[in-house]
């Protein structure tokens, strides 16, 4: 990696999010798994990744794919053991990848041993490392839960546990108890999940929820106006930022720059930046506004603006398109190849670090998932198809048939058909990680952004004497924007004409740099 001095590692970084399940087969049972992933570790170096994330790998029951886990510190039987884990870092460390693992914070399993354990009895000692709370009615306790939250994936954040007589609070699936933070041995516990990983050498972390981790422990209903939103209360408290100072404590007592990315699931720009801090609190937060506009130029730049107008001093962007969350980005702008070659280029030259999720470099769309295929209660089993690797049928899954249908397309879109392509979504990316490692100002510069025709984002990255412009044209016709002397680096259209000729195809994006010499 190319690193500006002093500069930590994840500024200059492109993170790739590995979903396992659905990553590669190394097994042979339908189900992606580390070895799999170790036996792809030659195509993320070639693609130009600095870092993979890896949603969860620990052990399991899978309610929520393995974001309910009963043991933080082991690996789940579906994808591997430890020795593996062991041997992909290692591995992905040769390569120069860094490896970021899925942190399950806000909430474990209703299996995990910790759980059980509170579950038992109301006198247990890990009673309180969960919310417990009685009903609302006294006489009926088991009718009215204790608050009126919601949980994430629909129904009420309350499980009426019939044994101890008293709810327990869940802001996902009731197989999620979430943890009592306020509790000094939940920390405490935490906190040792963190260095278990981090001793054994890892880059750090992508943290779930970071932000509902903190909760008043009077857990207030939510008003009446939001209480079908879950944008409230137990979003956004206060007392998550004292949490996150211990946190990054943690990750601070290693040698290495060992970072952290926080899902902040909020809308506000203003709220999100809160979770940054240069020495405190989180060196990256993801903010989810850009996957919430469309194809729309003008919500680009607006876009654009707010981020350079909040992320100022250490709060470093982060950008994404796509991730296992969410209809991929492709599908989302109707499916058009353009859209999304010239969506790359976006992402990929934006001022900030940007995530990539496994898949999109090879253009795919969301899978037709089946009513009787269907597994994930969040409905988000579409971006979650298997990658396919080749062109034939079972596309490089030679065992079970995998957990999934593959994406549409699979015999066009796959990694062998691609990388035999200088014109494939796979080589877009390829050339843009390229030309992103080799240009200070695309990795570090200024951004600064021009006026440009209607339908058109503009801006400049600018560092030292390293300069370029990008141009993204949304319209689906061709516009004019004329620029003197310059060379086109990249053109999401590869019309291979190296001189920039002023005028940039439809649904289209350029990137240009002033012409050397006469
Ligand atoms: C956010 C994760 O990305 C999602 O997949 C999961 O269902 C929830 N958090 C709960 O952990």
Redesign the pocket.
């Given at each position: 990696m190319v690193q500006e001095p002093g500069a930590p590692w994840w500024r200059d970084a492109v993170v790739y999010q590995i979903y396992p399940r659905s990553f590669a087969d190394g097994t042979g049972d339908g189900v992606g798994d580390l070895s799999g992933i170790r036996a792809h570790l030659d195509y993320l170096a070639d693609l130009g990744v600095d870092a993979i994330w890896l949603?969860p790998i620990y052990p399991s029951p899978m309610a929520?794919?393995g974001?309910?886990v009963s043991d933080y510190c082991d690996i789940d039987p579906v994808f591997g053991d430890l020795a593996t884990f062991d041997a992909l870092l290692a591995e992905a460390h040769a390569r120069d990848i860094k490896v970021l693992l899925?942190w399950?914070p806000?909430?474990t399993s209703d299996q995990h041993p910790w759980f059980v354990a509170s579950r038992s009895s109301r006198g247990n000692p890990k009673r309180d490392w969960y919310y417990w709370r009685d009903g609302r009615d006294a006489d009926n306790p088991d009718t009215a839960p204790p608050n009126n939250w919601r949980a994430?994936?629909g129904g009420i954040a309350w499980t009426w546990d019939e044994p101890t007589q008293q709810w327990y609070l869940h802001?996902?699936?009731p197989q999620?108890p979430d943890l009592n933070w306020n509790h000094q041995e939940v920390v405490e516990a935490m906190h040792a999940t963190l260095r278990f990983w981090l001793d054994r050498g890892v880059d750090g972390f992508r943290m779930?929820?970071i932000h509902m981790i903190g909760k008043d422990p009077e857990l207030p209903d939510a008003p009446p106006a939001e209480a079908n939103t879950n944008r409230v209360v137990f979003n956004d408290y206060p007392g998550t930022h004292a949490l996150l100072r211990g946190i990054r404590k943690v990750l601070d007592s290693y040698p290495g720059d060992r970072t952290a990315v926080g899902?902040v699931?909020l809308r506000d720009t203003d709220r999100i930046v809160t979770y940054y801090g240069r020495d405190d609190e989180l060196p990256l937060v993801f903010n989810f506004n850009s996957v919430r506009i469309g194809w729309d130029a003008a919500e680009w730049s607006a876009l654009v603006d707010e981020v350079e107008r909040y992320y100022v001093g250490d709060r470093w962007p982060v950008w994404v398109l796509s991730?296992?969350?969410i209809v991929r980005h492709r599908t989302r702008y109707g499916g058009s190849e353009a859209r999304a070659r010239a969506a790359a280029v976006l992402l990929l030259t934006l001022r900030g670090t940007p995530f990539l999720y496994a898949g999109e470099e090879l253009g795919l769309c969301n899978a037709e998932v089946p009513p009787e295929q269907a597994h994930?209660p969040?409905g988000?089993d579409g971006c979650r198809a298997p990658i396919p690797w080749t062109a034939d049928a079972a596309h490089g899954w030679t065992g079970a048939t995998p957990w999934l249908p593959f994406p549409p397309d699979a015999d066009r879109l796959n990694a062998t058909t691609e990388t035999g392509d200088d014109k494939s979504m796979l080589a877009l990316y390829r050339a843009l990680l390229r030309v992103r490692r080799a240009s200070p100002a695309l990795r570090r510069g200024e951004l600064t952004r021009v006026d440009a025709p209607a339908g058109v984002l503009r801006y400049t990255r600018t560092h030292n004497d390293d300069s370029c412009t990008v141009i993204v044209n949304f319209n689906h016709f061709d516009v004019d924007v004329p620029l003197d002397n310059c060379t086109v680096v990249i053109d999401s259209n590869h019309t291979g004409n190296p001189v920039y000729d002023g005028r940039v195809g439809a649904e289209t994006a350029v990137v240009v740099r002033p012409s050397v010499g006469p």
């Open positions: 949603s929520d794919n974001y309910d899925d399950v806000n909430h994430a994936f802001n996902f699936l999620q779930d929820v899902e699931n991730n296992h969350d994930d969040g988000r």
